[in-house]
């Protein structure tokens, strides 16, 4: 009897313990994400190669609630561009924030037009050494493209 009783009290926790993973997990399938930093860079004209178009990056900024500084006159987009129109794009730059510390961060991503009009994502990772902006190491993050004032522009935002 005692042990009937212990399974039944082993089976309820289990049954307990299933639901509230089960909750959790469903709360979790929905996509969450907070804004990062809006990213604009400038760059100086486009060398065609093939179906490859490379565009030097010459600088920029980036802003958001805890990451501001400028891009640094180093890297470039290697634009490659499909036989259906669409630009898969892959980026390497380095950030050097307000407070001086360094930030390479890179892209990938495509560019197309449609009816419907411009689908501009880019997918952008993070490599740092600095401790205050570690974070950054080990987030995904997406990007959405945008023109301002003739310039390359991105919204990030960080996936929660």
Partial sequence: MLLAKKILLLAATL?????????????????????LMDFII?????????SRRIVPITGGRFEGPELNGKVLNVGADWIEARADGTSELDVRVTLETDDGQLIYMSYHGVLSRSDTGLYWRVVPTFETASEKYDYLNTIIAVGIGKRIDGKTAYSIYRIL
């Fill in 42 to 50: 400038d760059t100086a004209d486009p060398q065609q190669i093939g």
């Fill in 15 to 35: 049954t307990i313990m299933f639901s509230a993973s089960a909750i959790a997990q469903e709360e979790r399938n929905e996509l969450q994400s907070e804004f």
